[in-house]
Structures are given as structure tokens and as C-alpha cells.
């Protein structure tokens, strides 16, 4: 069920996020994804020229004869999921290569809206964090596989495939776009990967509202150029005011209990070590 007050602040983290790149301090923290994504763009659109059309011949074939009064609605339909799978392996591409400077971005954004110091790393402390977030990418890759490729093989299904199929598709999406931006300020902080879908879920109509902007603007020339920082920063304004403080209380629980169980074994081991001296000497 759609929520008035969740749908206009899905509006307003889009609209901060583009006044929040423009700030002193951190706007040189925008050139790399925005190179990163020149670079993506051109690549994927010159693949997504290459193939629509032989895309588009396979999956009308499927429409049956008696059905060809709406070829028109199911070419439109079929061409806009193509779109959206397209948009998909960008962003996935984008996450896993430009995962690292996302993630700074996000940290810088936090610091400048909260006012408190994150810890801070070295060049070298960086460098040695990356296979961590890169382990992260592959957790929502392997979350959204399956889906993806369930709603491929439905979309070969004659009619279903060129009418529910593309609106699952987007919707799907728009989903995958909140996970995979405001994930960035969620694993700053560590915070499990289940945890942070959960929150998401918790407010799934803000999550989707926030993800369809961003879907929709990717394909905007020009302005999606520029998109990925921007929604970095709308997703790290959202998490600061929406999920920080619900995210970090239900995680401490969990990492206070197995610092207790490291602890209680620590202690046991020298209750060990104790009791076989004491035989030694004894």
C-alpha cells in the first residue's frame, strides 16, 4: 500500500542529493564516479545499439498471430524492458567497479550532515577495505540474479512476457536501485547486508519512489552522466535521517553478542591454561 508521506520523501532525499553534490568540500569527491560513468554509458550504449533489434525481433515472435491489433502496445512494452535490463547491468557494472569512491562519497556526505568523524583510514587502510566492499557487490549480485533471470525467461511467455513481465521488471528495478545506493552509508558502518534490506523494507514505498527517480533519470542524456553521485548522496541524506539510528541499534545488539562469545571463550581458554599449570606445579 502506497504511503502519501513515504512517496513525497522519496522526492525530497532525489532533489537534496542534487544540492548536496554541490558543496564546498565535496564536489572533487564527484569527478571519479562521474568519469566512471562517462565511461560505462558509452560502453553499454554502443552494445545496447548493437542488439535492440535483434532483441526486439526474438521477443515479438512469441506474440501470437490474433494478437498482433496490439503489436504497437507490446513493441513499446518489450522495448522498455530491454531498457531496464540494459539499466540493470550498468548499475551492477557501476557498483562493482566504482563501489570504493561511492563509498567515500558516502562517508564524506555523513560527516558533513551529522558533523561526526567517521574513523578515519589511510590511503593504505583504503586499499586494503576493497575486496571487503567488493564482497559486498557480490551479495546484491547473488540477491538479484535469480530474479532477473526468472523475469528473463518470463518475458518469453506470450502475453504475459510483453505486458506484466516489463512492469515487474521496473519495479524490480526501482528496487534494486534503493539497495544498491543506500547500501553504501549502511556497509560504512558495517552493517549486515540483511539488516540493511530490512530497513529498506520497512519503508518500501519511499525505497521504490527514491529507485524509479533514479531509473528514470538514467535515462535522461546528460543528466545521466552525473546521476550516481548525485544518489549517493540523496541515499547517505536518507539514511541519516531515516535508518541510522534504527540500523545501528539493531546491529550493535548482534555485534555485542558475539563480542561476548569471544570474550567468554578468551576466558575459558585461560581458565584452561590456568588449571593445567596449576597441575604442572602441582
Known amino acids: ?20 553534490i554541490t558543496q564546498k568540500g565535496l564536489r572533487r569527491f564527484v569527478i571519479m564516479p562521474v568519469l566512471l560513468n562517462i565511461l560505462l554509458l558509452s560502453g553499454l550504449f554502443w552494445l545496447f545499439i548493437s542488439n535492440i533489434g535483434g532483441l526486439i525481433d526474438e521477443l515479438m515472435s512469441y506474440v ?19 531498457l531496464t535490463l540494459f539499466y540493470f547491468a550498468f548499475t551492477m557494472l557501476s557498483g562493482f567497479i566504482a563501489a570504493p569512491f561511492n563509498g567515500l562519497l558516502a562517508e564524506k556526505v555523513e560527516q558533513r550532515l551529522t558533523g561526526e568523524n567517521l574513523i578515519e583510514m589511510s590511503t593504505i587502510d583504503f586499499l586494503k577495505d576493497i575486496p571487503r566492499m567488493l564482497g559486498r557487490e ?37 528496487w534494486m536501485m534503493a539497495i544498491q545506493y543506500c547500501d553504501y552509508p549502511f556497509d560504512n558502518h558495517k552493517i549486515p547486508f540483511r539488516i540493511m534490506r530490512n530497513e529498506l523494507g520497512e519503508t518500501r514505498t519511499l525505497s521504490l519512489t ?36 534504527n540500523a545501528l541499534f539493531a546491529f550493535k545488539p548482534h555485534k555485542q553478542s558475539a563480542q561476548n562469545h569471544r570474550t567468554k571463550i578468551v576466558n575459558h581458554q585461560q581458565e584452561q591454561l590456568k588449571h593445567q599449570s596449576n597441575r604442572f606445579i602441582n
Not at 512517496?7 to 532533489?15: A, K, N, P
Not at 501470437?64 to 530491454?82: E, K, N, R, T, Y
Not at 549480485?141 to 516489463?166: D, E, H, N, T
Request: aromatic fraction near 16%; proline fraction near 5%; glycine fraction near 6%.
Open 210 to 245: 527514491f529507485g524509479s527517480l533514479v531509473t528514470f533519470c538514467t535515462f535522461v542524456p546528460v543528466i545521466n552522466l552525473v546521476i550516481i553521485p548525485v544518489v549517493v548522496c540523496g541515499a547517505t541524506a536518507m539514511w541519516v535521517e531515516k535508518y541510522r539510528d
Open 64 to 82: 501470437p498471430d490474433w494478437l498482433a491489433w496490439l503489436s504497437g502496445i507490446l513493441l513499446a512494452l518489450s522495448i522498455f524492458m530491454i
Open 1 to 20: 500500500m502506497l504511503q502519501a508521506k513515504e512517496l513525497s520523501e522519496g522526492f525530497h532525499y532525489f532533489v537534496m542529493g542534487w544540492h548536496l
Open 138 to 174: 557480490w551479495q546484491k549480485l547473488w540477491y538479484s540474479l535469480p530474479k532477473i533471470i526468472a523475469l528473463f525467461l518470463l518475458s518469453f511467455i506470450p502475453i504475459l512476457g510483453q505486458s506484466v513481465v516489463p512492469v515487474l521488471t521496473f519495479l524490480f528495478t526501482a
